[in-house]
């Protein structure tokens, strides 16, 4: 083989490396950068799709918590009066204690997850 054909084939096979087509080996099981590339997008792109549900999915449950809490609220009486309005204002986390304005428009925390 002549320098040239060497250096040829060098320069074919380090265009394979870079840009043989997904899930295509190159070499000894060995694949492309465009083969990595284009599986670190998919990859990227279901880890955001993924993400995007979850929240999705924790904002539902936690507007549904919240109508569960309302109806409940709705129902409560506090020092023998009814509870005539009730605001949700949700901790960090949306764990812990709750604050509610109560009927007497004063401010007081009243655990309400054993009633849900």
């Known amino acids: 083989m002549t320098a040239k054909n ?3 084939a060098a320069r074919d096979l380090s265009q394979q490396w870079a840009n043989e087509d997904e899930d ?3 070499a ?3 694949y492309s950068a465009k083969h990595y590339s284009k599986k670190s997008a998919a990859s990227a792109t ?4 993924q993400a995007s549900a979850a929240q999705s999915a924790a904002d539902q449950s936690l507007a549904q918590m919240s109508a569960n809490i309302m109806q409940y609220l709705t129902s409560l009486t ?4 009814e509870l005539q309005s009730a605001q ?4 960090d986390g949306a764990t812990g204690t709750l604050t509610v304005n109560t009927w007497n428009s004063t401010w007081a925390a009243i655990d309400v997850y054993s009633h849900l």
Do not use: D, K, M, N
């Open 6 to 8: 060497q250096s040829e």
């Open 24 to 26: 295509t080996e190159v």
């Open 28 to 30: 000894g099981g060995e």
């Open 46 to 49: 279901a880890a955001t799709q």
């Open 78 to 81: 506090y020092s023998g009066l």
């Open 88 to 91: 949700i204002a949700w901790p």
